[in-house]
T-cell receptor, first 115, second 110 residues
């Protein structure tokens, strides 16, 4: 099983619908992140969390919300999806304290299409 | 906020030629720097990282990168490119709110 699991892997939805992307990890890491990837724009940070009580906005948080339900779970919600939120979404984890490098461990991605 | 610039959107090199991918960063303190690679349709794989010590770091697949504080750069190099190196390469700066560059797509000519 993957250490960082994203569900769903693919989703097609319509404008105005509410969508939730879920991320769970078995690595025991404190830090979790959500990114979106668009061609030519790289990965852009949406939200990040350093523990269950700590949620921070990233570069492009408008139109998104998150929930850190437990150390191992971090969900991304689109309350009312719009077509320009069509993208590949990645969840990632890191553990700066124990590894002292802060490298990110990524899930396999969730491809979202908003029609 | 920190930021990363990868000036080259697309680079084409011949197989066996040397490669250098550029990365410039902006960060207020000592940065943690990373290079990731993404093959078509795949996730992201860490190539190498720098957070302290020797400024020349070695990574997987024969890649290396050099941290130059005076130039705010962390360029990725490989002495001899293989066809399997064709992919998209991302530079990132951390360690907190990790930011990525827009990526450089590498094409390898036979």
């Amino acid at each position: 099983d993957a250490d960082v699991t994203q569900t769903p892997r693919n989703r097609i939805t319509k404008t105005g619908k509410r969508i939730m992307l879920e991320c769970s990890q078995t690595k025991g890491h404190d830090r979790m992140y959500w990114y979106r990837q668009d061609p030519g724009l790289g990965l852009r940070l949406i939200y990040y969390s350093f523990d269950v009580k700590d949620i921070n906005k990233g570069e492009i948080s408008d139109g998104y919300s998150v929930s850190r339900q437990a150390q191992a779970k971090f969900s991304l919600s689109l309350e009312s999806a719009i077509p320009n939120q069509t993208a590949l979404y990645f969840c990632a984890t890191s553990d700066l304290m124990s590894s002292n490098t802060g490298e990110l461990f990524f899930g396999e991605g969730s491809r979202l299409t908003v029609l | 906020a920190q930021s990363v610039t990868q000036p080259d959107i697309h680079i084409t090199v011949s197989e066996g030629a040397s490669l250098e991918l550029r990365c410039n960063y902006s960060y207020g303190a000592t940065p943690y720097l990373f290079w990731y690679v993404q093959s078509p349709g795949q996730g992201l794989q860490l190539l190498l990282k720098y957070f302290s010590g020797d400024t020349l770091v070695q990574g997987i697949k024969g890649f290396e990168a050099e941290f130059k504080r005076s130039q705010s750069s962390f360029n990725l190099r490989k002495p001899s490119v293989h066809w399997s190196d064709a992919a998209e390469y991302f530079c990132a700066v951390g360690p907190n709110d990790m930011r990525f560059g827009a990526g450089t797509r590498l094409t390898v000519k036979p």
